[in-house]
């Protein structure tokens, strides 16, 4: 199957810093992304859809300003936290997809600790 | 979008076939029914999916009920490395956007 490659697997950094996670489609051209978080002992939560070129859709509850998406190509996406605050420590995953009617491949996620 | 129940949880011995049931009874017409599986600290990994046929694939088979309104993942011998969440999604058949909404998903544990 396709291949998601995510960068950073695992990040630790300062409470008000910034973290930039980058998510890669390896050997196909990713139409759309798709980008999750996981907290402990919990199901995956979609934070937000991006299409290459335009502006990220997010989910209800989710900042904007806070996690910027950037797909500005058809195989990278970025997502930057913020500000990073302890609360934001969760496993992040990313999931792309060639077309609408395929299945969905997944990044192996990147666990991000604010400290 | 129509939602899909599963029990929490399942335990299996290796070597043996595990049925692991999905219910979506308000599944619609144009709904596809995907199967993906999360092993610990790891991205969720497809397994298949179907929309209205019994589908097979090398890592397991799905049979679905006339009605659409269950279906059941089959491993047909499991392996320790198959302990996983395994998640019962139902993605809609609209747009290039129509995203995965992942539930609870079932536990499933494999004795040796």
């Known amino acids: 199957g396709a291949v998601v490659s995510q960068h950073p697997s695992r990040v630790i950094c300062k409470s008000g810093t910034s973290v930039k996670i980058e998510c890669r489609s390896l050997d196909f051209q990713a139409t759309t992304m798709f980008w999750y978080r996981q907290f402990p002992k919990q199901s995956l939560m979609l934070m937000a859809t991006?299409?290459?070129?335009?502006?990220?859709?997010?989910e209800q509850g989710v900042e904007k300003d806070k996690f910027l998406i950037n797909h500005a190509s058809l195989t990278l996406s970025t997502l930057t936290v913020t500000s990073a605050h302890p609360e934001d420590s969760s496993f992040y995953i990313c999931?792309?997809?060639?077309?609408?009617?395929?299945?969905?491949?997944f990044g192996q996620g990147t666990r991000l600790t604010v400290v | 979008d129509a939602k899909t129940t599963q029990p929490n949880s399942m335990e299996s011995n290796e070597e043996e076939p595990v049925h692991l049931p999905c219910n979506h009874s308000t599944i619609s017409g144009t709904d596809y029914i995907h199967w993906y599986r999360q092993l610990p600290s790891q991205g969720p990994e497809y397994v298949i999916h179907g929309l209205t046929s019994n589908v097979n694939n090398r890592m397991a088979s799905l049979a679905i009920a006339e009605d659409r309104k269950s279906s059941t993942l089959i491993l047909h011998r499991a392996t320790l490395r198959d302990a996983a969440v395994y998640y019962c999604i139902l993605r809609r058949n609209t747009g290039a956007n129509s995203k995965l909404t992942f539930g609870k998903g079932i536990t499933l544990s494999v004795r040796p």
């Open positions: 991006s299409n290459e070129g335009s502006k990220a859709t997010y």
């Open positions: 999931s792309a997809r060639t077309g609408r009617n395929t299945e969905a491949f």
